[in-house]
């Protein structure tokens, strides 16, 4: 291979391999480059919805204090080189070049997959880099996922809810007990508020490892959404009452926000250069210091088009509380795909409850989609009644000729989606408003 094209499309062949639950692949992978995942301390993040908003959150205020913070996160929107970053800057093409040549005989050797590819990459560049600090998200549940080949300086659980059952379970103690694996002996762990059945398990693999768990509230202050890309909300940070702002918005984005600043505080307790200031400027800066994009992300002005990555029923839930407080959903058209392995019987039932300007089911471009046909024939009770559209980018291009300017467009879904549409305003061109 020549270029960063041919080099991604090795990398996404070996998705032929499927998923892997292990950790014997990637440690033959970093063993051969001297372990870097050691070269640097590491908060490692799992849960089911929240993860890579918490993730960014943390690492912005990592980057605010002025460490140099890697951030791993998956999956990508538009380019492969989103998943790792520094500072906020995407790997750079030539250095995903050489790193694949480098290791592709050995991955190849193991029939490694493409996370666990990947995941090596990310630490090895890390390491060169010379981080600070790396905030690595979990990819797929957590006990067995490749990540967890880390030993954290801190361990942090978003929400945990109903996805992947194939892999991870079928009931929340199951869930969480896969996500509660990230926990290590005596390093401590910063969990949301669960479900019990959850919360349970959490409580319980924290006691058996010694490790000191810190639960943090849902509700634990005001928030209020001033608008799609501005939101304020108090949250306690180093024994005082703060005022926050973050561009992520919404009731959910708060719970993960507050996340992270209990995070923050953790490490500033274990002698990082954490204090309040970079804390707020942290989560003030989140978008610019990250690059974090499709949470309720506006990408045109007028008519107003929103792209948002909610793709399960719970996510969907958070998604339509944060939409309702800042717009109508009488003037919002809205657009969305799913894939197989997801409840659209619960996300159309969600839906349901509210009336729209018109609903558009589309296909999926990935192969795992499901046909927007078949979605539509189970939908009961949206009103009006969904149309279908084969063509996603086609579907939303019209909404925005024909829309009114005081209607907005809605696009939520898959990764897949959501990537599709910000790929097509890249390639025309567009100057819309991006934030």
């Known amino acids: 291979m020549t270029s960063y094209a041919e080099a991604v499309a090795y990398l996404y062949g070996l998705q032929t391999f499927g998923i892997k639950l292990g950790l014997d692949n990637i440690r033959t992978l970093l063993s051969d480059y001297s372990n870097p995942h050691r070269a640097y301390p590491v908060i490692h993040v799992a849960g089911t919805n929240g993860k890579g908003s918490t993730s960014a959150y943390i690492a912005s205020i990592l980057s605010s204090a002025r460490y140099r913070t890697g951030l791993y996160t998956s999956p990508h929107l538009v380019d492969f080189r989103e998943r790792i970053r520094v500072d906020g800057v995407p790997i750079p093409e030539a250095d995903v070049l050489r790193m694949t040549i480098e290791m592709a005989p050995r991955i ?12 090596a990459m990310a630490f090895r560049y890390f390491a ?105 909300f108090d949250a306690a940070v180093l024994r005082s009452i703060e005022r926050f702002v973050s561009p992520l918005v919404g009731d959910h984005q708060a719970a993960n926000a507050r996340l992270a600043i209990r995070a923050a505080e953790l490490l500033a307790a274990a002698g990082w250069r954490v204090g309040t200031p970079v804390i707020i400027q942290g989560i003030g800066d989140v978008k610019r210091r990250t690059g974090i994009a499709g949470r309720l992300d506006r990408i045109a002005a007028t ?65 795992d989609g499901r046909p927007a046909s078949e979605i539509a024939a189970a939908a009961q009770g949206l009103e009006p009644a969904p149309r279908v559209a084969t063509d996603a980018v086609t579907a939303v291009v019209d909404h925005v000729h024909s829309a009114r300017s005081d209607e907005s467009i809605l696009v939520f879904g898959s990764h897949y989606l959501v990537g599709a549409i910000l790929a097509s305003g890249k390639k025309s061109g567009s100057d819309g408003e991006r934030s």
């Not at 190849?108 to 995941?119: I, S, V």
């Not at 390093?187 to 058996?208: C, F, N």
């Not at 309702?324 to 058209?333: G, K």
């Not at 509210?354 to 558009?360: D, E, K, Q």
Request: proline content about 4%; charged content about 20%; aromatic content about 4%.
């Open 303 to 367: 008519p107003e088009c929103v792209v948002d990555v909610a793709h399960n029923p719970d996510g969907v839930a958070a998604l339509l509380c944060a939409w309702r407080a800042v717009r109508e959903t009488a003037r919002t058209h809205l657009v969305f795909g799913l894939l197989r392995t997801k409840n659209s019987a619960e996300v159309l039932a969600l839906l349901a409850t509210h009336r729209w300007a018109s609903v558009t089911i589309v296909d999926i471009p990935h192969p």
């Open 128 to 232: 060169e880099r010379r981080a600070g600090a790396a905030v690595i998200e979990t990819g797929l549940g957590g006990r067995l996922d490749s990540t967890n080949i880390v030993e954290p300086a801190l361990s942090v659980i978003t929400g945990i809810a109903f996805d992947h059952t194939e892999y991870l379970g079928t009931t929340l103690a199951a869930i969480a007990a896969e996500k509660a694996g990230i926990i290590k002996n005596g390093v401590p762990v910063v969990s949301a508020d669960l479900q019990p059945d959850a919360m349970d398990v959490v409580v319980e693999v924290a006691r058996e490892r010694g490790a000191a768990l810190h639960v943090v509230p849902t509700a634990a202050g005001i928030e209020q959404i001033i608008d799609i890309d501005h939101m304020e």
């Open 108 to 119: 190849d050797e193991l029939k490694a997959t493409f996370f666990e590819a990947t995941t």
